[in-house]
Structures are given as C-alpha cells and as structure tokens.
C-alpha cells in the first residue's frame, strides 16, 4: 500500500505541471476563432503592465478609494482589475488600440501565449500592445520587447 505522503507528492508535482503548463501558455480558453482566416503576423512593440497604480494610472483620494489619476475619468472611481471591456484583467488580457484591434481580438505573443484585447490604456497606440502580468515584478521583467504576433480578426 502506497505512502499517503507520496500520493499527496505525486499529486502536488501534476497540478504543479498543469499550473506551469496553463501559465505558459496564456489562458487555456483563449484560441482563435474556429473555421478563422490565418492570421495577419505583424511585427509589434509589446510590453507588460499590472494592475498597480503605476501601471493603471490610478492614486487613492482622501477617502482611501481608487480613482483615475489622469485622462478623461481623472478623480472618477476605478475599479482596480476591471478592464476598459468589463472583463476582469488576468494572463491573457491584452491592451491595445481598439481603433485598430477591438475588442475581442485574438492574438498569439511569442513568450506569453495567447491572448485577447480586452482592456486599452491612454499610451497604448497603433501597433503597440500591452499584455497583463498579475505582479509588477513580472511586467518589469517582461520590460520592452518587439515581437512578431499572430492577429485573428474580431
């Protein structure tokens, strides 16, 4: 009869791998668009933000709520982690100009996986992305990159 303390093991090291395997390969629910055109590769500056107040522009008030410290919204409430589309930012969420990708887009970013434009950001123009880290250790890290990035149309 096996040892509790080894299956718990064993247990642990697959959904360690199934995390790792998910991270790294964007949200595991993002794909192209079934019966899609291929996709238009473009050559694209790309970096990474993360919810804190550096990244999304946003200070508390004298109340201690978040709200936006510049742009149109300025001093209105922010909801920290909500995209610009509603959704709730996580790996996979992308900001990019929605004049040129709106949302719903599909794109595939190599080093960070797939992704859908679902949030945009006042700097964020032309062919310019900005993918979502949940530290901003790890938006850092990513720093500024040009890459090559596989679009499905929305």
């Known amino acids: 009869m096996p040892c509790i303390m080894t ?10 791998c199934v995390v790792l395997a998910f991270w790294g390969t964007g949200c ?3 794909r192209p668009p079934p019966g899609s ?19 999304c522009s946003w200070h508390r008030n004298w109340l201690l709520r978040p709200v936006y410290s510049s ?18 930012a996580r790996h996979g969420t992308i900001a990019a100009d929605t004049t040129r990708y709106p949302f719903g887009t599909v794109m595939y970013i190599e080093g960070y996986g797939y992704g859908r434009v679902e949030d945009q950001g006042g700097a964020i123009k032309g062919d310019h992305i900005d993918l979502y880290f949940a530290s901003h250790r790890e ?3 990513w720093g500024k ?10």
């Open 71 to 88: 742009g149109p919204l300025k001093g209105q409430r922010k909801e920290v982690g909500v995209t610009a589309s509603g959704t709730k």
């Open 7 to 16: 299956t718990v093991k064993n247990f642990a090291i697959v959904l360690a």
């Open 139 to 141: 938006a850092e890290k």
């Open 37 to 55: 055109q291929p996709p238009v590769v473009k050559r694209m500056l790309v970096t990474g933000y993360c919810p804190c107040q550096e990244c």
């Open 145 to 154: 990159r040009t890459r090559w990035v596989d679009v499905w149309s929305h």
């Open 28 to 30: 595991a629910s993002i």
